[in-house]
C-alpha cells in the first residue's frame, strides 16, 4: 500500500544535541512538508519542499534544517538551537506544490526533551 | 486576526444528530479548502476538500462554500460516537508571493451516546 512513512514514533533528545525525524513516501508525490503541532493547536508549517534539491522554510524554520536528495524522502533535523523542541511533528505530501492539491499526513513522530 | 479561524468547542451533539463546523478565512483569493479529521493522538486525515461555491456531498459529510462571505463548513449527518474528534479547517492562503496551505486550530466534537 502506498503511504508516508515516519520514524521513529516517539524520540527523546538531550541537551545541545541534534536529532533527526525520518519521513519517507510511496505515493510518487513531489512536493513534502514538515509541520509542527503543540498541544490543542493547529498545524504550523516549518518547511517544504516541491522539487528534490530544493526546499523552502515555513513560518517556524528556525532550529530545524531538512534535505531533499530524493523524491521519496525528506528528514527533518531538530538541532540544539531549537530551544522548545517538545511537540508533534507531522510530515505531509502531495502530488504537487501547495496551491490546490490535498496534503497527506504520516503518523507523526512525538519528541520531548531529557 | 487569525488567518483561518474555527471555534475551539467543545462542541457536543447526541448521537443521531447533525454536527456544525464552521471556519473563516483571511484571503479572498483562496481557491482550495480542506477538512481534516484528527483523533486525539494520531494524524488528521483528509476527509473533504472543496473547491466551488456551494454544496459537495460525501456520505454523512457536506462540506458547503462561500467564498463571498469568506466561509466553509462541515455538516456531519446522523453523527456518531466514532465522529468524536477534532476537526481542523485548512485554506491555501497567500503567504508572501506563494500560497501555502494554513490550518485553523480546530474544533473538539464529542458525540454523546
Not at chain 1, 51 to 78: C, H, M
Request: aromatic content about 10%; proline content about 5%; hydrophobic content about 30%.
Amino acid at each position: 500500500d502506498g503511504g508516508i512513512t515516519q520514524s521513529p514514533k516517539y524520540l527523546f533528545r538531550k541537551e545541545g544535541q541534534n536529532v533527526t525525524l525520518s519521513c519517507e513516501q510511496n505515493l510518487n508525490h513531489d512536493a513534502m512538508y514538515w509541520y509542527r503541532q503543540d498541544p490543542g493547536q493547529g498545524l504550523r508549517l516549518i518547511y517544504y519542499s516541491q522539487i528534490v534539491n530544493d526546499f523552502q522554510k515555513g513560518d517556524i524554520a528556525e532550529g530545524y534544517s531538512v534535505s531533499r536528495e530524493k523524491k521519496e524522502s525528506f528528514p527533518l533535523t531538530v538541532t540544539s538551537a531549537q530551544k522548545n523542541p517538545t511537540a508533534f511533528y507531522l510530515c505531509a505530501s502531495s502530488k504537487q506544490g501547495p496551491s490546490n492539491q490535498p496534503q497527506h499526513f504520516g503518523d507523526g513522530t512525538r519528541l520531548s526533551i531529557l | 486576526q487569525k488567518e483561518v479561524e474555527q471555534n475551539s468547542g467543545p462542541l457536543s451533539v447526541p448521537e443521531g444528530a447533525i454536527a456544525s463546523l464552521n471556519c473563516t478565512y483571511s484571503d479572498r483569493g483562496s481557491q482550495s479548502f480542506f477538512w481534516y479529521r484528527q483523533y486525539s493522538g494520531k494524524s488528521p486525515e483528509l476527509i473533504m476538500s472543496i473547491y466551488s461555491n456551494g454544496d459537495k456531498e460525501d456520505g454523512r459529510f457536506t462540506a458547503q462554500l462561500n467564498k463571498a462571505s469568506q466561509y466553509v463548513s462541515l455538516l456531519i449527518r446522523d453523527s456518531q460516537p466514532s465522529d468524536s474528534a477534532t476537526y481542523l479547517c485548512a485554506v491555501t492562503l497567500l503567504s508572501g508571493s506563494a500560497r501555502q496551505l494554513t490550518f485553523g486550530s480546530g474544533t473538539q466534537l464529542t458525540v454523546l451516546p
